[in-house]
Protein backbone atom coordinates (compact mmCIF):
# COMPACT_ATOMS: atom_id res chain seq x y z
CA UNK A 1 0.00 0.00 0.00
CA UNK A 2 1.20 3.38 -0.86
CA UNK A 3 0.09 5.14 2.09
CA UNK A 4 2.90 6.54 4.30
CA UNK A 5 1.58 7.30 7.28
CA UNK A 6 -0.65 5.62 9.86
CA UNK A 7 -4.43 6.00 9.37
CA UNK A 8 -7.57 4.30 8.50
CA UNK A 9 -7.51 2.19 4.79
CA UNK A 10 -10.45 0.28 3.55
CA UNK A 11 -9.85 -2.93 1.43
CA UNK A 12 -10.78 -2.65 -1.82
CA UNK A 13 -11.82 -5.92 -2.05
CA UNK A 14 -13.89 -6.89 1.15
CA UNK A 15 -13.92 -3.67 2.75
CA UNK A 16 -12.39 -4.11 6.08
CA UNK A 17 -11.51 -1.25 7.96
CA UNK A 18 -7.86 -1.23 9.29
CA UNK A 19 -4.71 0.82 10.49
CA UNK A 20 -2.13 1.31 7.51
CA UNK A 21 0.12 1.37 6.39
CA UNK A 22 0.11 -2.31 5.98
CA UNK A 23 1.75 -4.62 3.14
CA UNK A 24 -1.77 -6.41 2.44
CA UNK A 25 -5.27 -6.31 4.20
CA UNK A 26 -5.44 -8.73 7.60
CA UNK A 27 -8.92 -10.13 6.53
CA UNK A 28 -8.62 -11.36 2.86
CA UNK A 29 -4.68 -10.67 2.47
CA UNK A 30 -5.16 -8.54 -1.01
CA UNK A 31 -2.36 -6.52 -1.88
CA UNK A 32 -0.59 -4.59 -4.24
CA UNK A 33 1.85 -7.57 -5.60
CA UNK A 34 -1.43 -9.95 -5.90
CA UNK A 35 -3.02 -7.31 -7.91
CA UNK A 36 -0.21 -7.21 -10.15
CA UNK A 37 -0.43 -10.94 -10.43
CA UNK A 38 -4.29 -10.84 -11.52
CA UNK A 39 -4.30 -7.59 -14.05
CA UNK A 40 -1.22 -8.11 -15.45
CA UNK A 41 0.52 -5.34 -17.61
CA UNK A 42 -0.69 -1.61 -16.89
CA UNK A 43 -3.58 -0.78 -19.99
CA UNK A 44 -2.98 1.86 -22.01
CA UNK A 45 -4.07 5.22 -20.92
CA UNK A 46 -4.25 8.66 -21.79
CA UNK A 47 -4.88 12.27 -19.98
CA UNK A 48 -7.68 13.12 -18.81
CA UNK A 49 -9.81 10.00 -20.04
CA UNK A 50 -9.26 6.20 -21.01
CA UNK A 51 -12.58 4.52 -22.62
CA UNK A 52 -11.86 0.96 -23.07
CA UNK A 53 -15.06 0.27 -23.89
CA UNK A 54 -16.05 1.95 -26.45
CA UNK A 55 -19.05 3.39 -25.49
CA UNK A 56 -18.08 7.02 -25.30
CA UNK A 57 -18.85 8.79 -28.49
CA UNK A 58 -15.52 10.23 -29.65
CA UNK A 59 -17.36 13.88 -29.15
CA UNK A 60 -18.59 13.23 -25.99
CA UNK A 61 -14.78 12.14 -24.53
CA UNK A 62 -13.76 15.50 -26.47
CA UNK A 63 -16.40 17.57 -24.35
CA UNK A 64 -15.89 15.50 -20.84
CA UNK A 65 -11.52 16.19 -21.64
CA UNK A 66 -12.65 20.24 -21.73
CA UNK A 67 -14.66 19.42 -18.38
CA UNK A 68 -11.81 17.60 -16.74
CA UNK A 69 -9.17 20.27 -17.65
CA UNK A 70 -11.53 22.64 -16.53
CA UNK A 71 -11.11 20.82 -12.90
CA UNK A 72 -7.82 20.71 -12.89
CA UNK A 73 -7.40 24.50 -13.97
CA UNK A 74 -9.64 25.41 -10.74
CA UNK A 75 -7.81 22.68 -8.77
CA UNK A 76 -4.26 23.03 -10.18
CA UNK A 77 -2.68 20.64 -7.26
CA UNK A 78 -5.08 17.73 -8.80
CA UNK A 79 -5.43 15.63 -11.54
CA UNK A 80 -9.16 13.80 -12.36
CA UNK A 81 -8.71 10.63 -14.22
CA UNK A 82 -11.76 8.63 -15.78
CA UNK A 83 -10.90 5.12 -17.07
CA UNK A 84 -13.92 3.42 -18.50
CA UNK A 85 -13.82 -0.52 -19.02
CA UNK A 86 -15.80 -2.98 -20.05
CA UNK A 87 -15.35 -5.51 -17.86
CA UNK A 88 -12.83 -6.54 -15.11
CA UNK A 89 -10.78 -9.52 -15.21
CA UNK A 90 -11.07 -11.76 -12.57
CA UNK A 91 -11.95 -8.64 -10.47
CA UNK A 92 -14.18 -6.36 -9.19
CA UNK A 93 -13.83 -2.21 -10.63
CA UNK A 94 -12.86 -1.35 -6.69
CA UNK A 95 -9.55 -3.30 -7.16
CA UNK A 96 -8.82 -2.67 -10.39
CA UNK A 97 -9.51 1.16 -10.29
CA UNK A 98 -7.35 0.74 -6.80
CA UNK A 99 -4.96 -1.08 -8.83
CA UNK A 100 -4.36 1.83 -10.93
CA UNK A 101 -4.50 4.22 -9.16
CA UNK A 102 -1.63 3.17 -7.60
CA UNK A 103 0.47 1.60 -10.61
CA UNK A 104 -0.67 4.44 -13.38
CA UNK A 105 1.10 7.62 -14.17
CA UNK A 106 -2.08 9.17 -15.14
CA UNK A 107 -0.45 12.87 -13.88
CA UNK A 108 2.35 14.12 -15.19
CA UNK A 109 4.24 14.42 -11.47
CA UNK A 110 4.43 11.13 -10.00
CA UNK A 111 2.89 12.54 -6.42
CA UNK A 112 2.85 9.80 -3.24
CA UNK A 113 1.32 9.73 0.33
CA UNK A 114 0.21 13.23 1.69
CA UNK A 115 1.57 14.90 -1.79
CA UNK A 116 -1.47 12.89 -3.88
CA UNK A 117 -4.27 15.03 -4.33
CA UNK A 118 -5.37 12.96 -7.32
CA UNK A 119 -8.75 11.13 -8.12
CA UNK A 120 -9.66 8.23 -10.36
CA UNK A 121 -13.19 7.45 -11.34
CA UNK A 122 -13.43 3.81 -12.50
CA UNK A 123 -16.47 2.54 -14.63
CA UNK A 124 -17.26 -0.87 -15.09
CA UNK A 125 -20.02 -1.19 -17.74
CA UNK A 126 -20.75 -4.42 -18.48
CA UNK A 127 -20.92 -5.06 -14.39
CA UNK A 128 -22.84 -1.73 -13.66
CA UNK A 129 -20.44 -0.14 -11.28
CA UNK A 130 -18.12 2.68 -10.10
CA UNK A 131 -15.52 3.84 -7.81
CA UNK A 132 -14.35 7.44 -7.25
CA UNK A 133 -10.37 6.76 -5.57
CA UNK A 134 -8.74 9.56 -4.07
CA UNK A 135 -5.10 10.10 -3.31
CA UNK A 136 -3.70 10.22 0.48
CA UNK A 137 -3.64 14.16 0.19
CA UNK A 138 -7.31 14.27 -0.55
CA UNK A 139 -8.64 12.36 2.31
CA UNK A 140 -8.09 15.35 4.91
CA UNK A 141 -11.02 17.32 2.91
CA UNK A 142 -13.06 14.78 0.96
CA UNK A 143 -14.99 12.49 3.20
CA UNK A 144 -16.27 8.71 2.17
CA UNK A 145 -19.66 10.35 2.27
CA UNK A 146 -18.68 13.33 -0.06
CA UNK A 147 -17.34 10.20 -2.54
CA UNK A 148 -20.85 8.49 -2.19
CA UNK A 149 -22.70 11.59 -2.60
CA UNK A 150 -20.67 12.14 -6.19
CA UNK A 151 -21.56 8.31 -7.20
CA UNK A 152 -24.81 9.20 -6.15
CA UNK A 153 -25.74 11.97 -8.46
CA UNK A 154 -24.06 10.00 -11.65
CA UNK A 155 -26.20 7.13 -10.75
CA UNK A 156 -29.29 7.33 -12.65
CA UNK A 157 -27.29 8.33 -15.97
CA UNK A 158 -25.09 5.72 -15.19
CA UNK A 159 -27.94 3.14 -14.96
CA UNK A 160 -29.14 4.38 -18.11
CA UNK A 161 -26.12 4.05 -20.12
CA UNK A 162 -25.83 7.75 -20.51
CA UNK A 163 -22.10 7.24 -18.88
CA UNK A 164 -21.01 10.39 -20.87
CA UNK A 165 -23.52 12.42 -18.84
CA UNK A 166 -22.96 10.27 -15.37
CA UNK A 167 -19.41 11.16 -15.87
CA UNK A 168 -20.09 15.11 -16.09
CA UNK A 169 -22.52 14.87 -12.85
CA UNK A 170 -19.78 13.36 -10.67
CA UNK A 171 -17.11 15.52 -11.75
CA UNK A 172 -19.57 18.35 -11.32
CA UNK A 173 -20.44 17.41 -7.96
CA UNK A 174 -16.83 17.00 -6.41
CA UNK A 175 -16.05 20.74 -8.22
CA UNK A 176 -18.51 21.86 -6.24
CA UNK A 177 -17.87 20.31 -2.73
CA UNK A 178 -14.24 21.00 -3.23
CA UNK A 179 -15.02 24.83 -3.82
CA UNK A 180 -17.09 24.81 -0.82
CA UNK A 181 -14.05 23.24 1.48
CA UNK A 182 -12.26 25.99 0.05
CA UNK A 183 -14.18 28.75 0.96
CA UNK A 184 -14.58 27.11 4.48
CA UNK A 185 -11.03 26.78 4.62
CA UNK A 186 -10.23 30.57 3.38
CA UNK A 187 -13.31 32.08 5.82
CA UNK A 188 -11.37 30.24 9.10
CA UNK A 189 -8.16 31.46 7.45
CA UNK A 190 -9.53 34.73 7.69
CA UNK A 191 -11.61 34.01 11.23
CA UNK A 192 -7.49 33.01 12.46
CA UNK A 193 -6.13 36.42 10.99
CA UNK A 194 -8.64 38.68 12.77
CA UNK A 195 -7.89 37.15 16.05
CA UNK A 196 -4.37 37.15 15.44
CA UNK A 197 -4.16 40.50 14.79
CA UNK A 198 -6.35 41.36 17.43
CA UNK A 199 -4.29 39.82 20.04
CA UNK A 200 -0.98 41.39 18.67
CA UNK A 201 -2.82 44.48 19.15
CA UNK A 202 -3.51 44.09 23.32
Known amino acids: WRQQRTREM ?35 HTRYLSDRSG ?3 LREIKKLRAVLRIFEKKFPQSLFSVFVTNGVPSGLISEYAFWLANR ?10 GDN ?14 VLIIGYGLENYLTEDDLQAALAVAENAFRAGDFSRGIRECVECVMNRMREIARASEAHKRVGDLVAAGANNR
Open 104 to 113: TGFSSIEAVA
Open 10 to 44: KCPACRTVFLGPAPQCPTCKLSLLRLDAKFGAVPR
Open 55 to 57: RLP
Open 117 to 130: FDLLLGIDVEAGMA
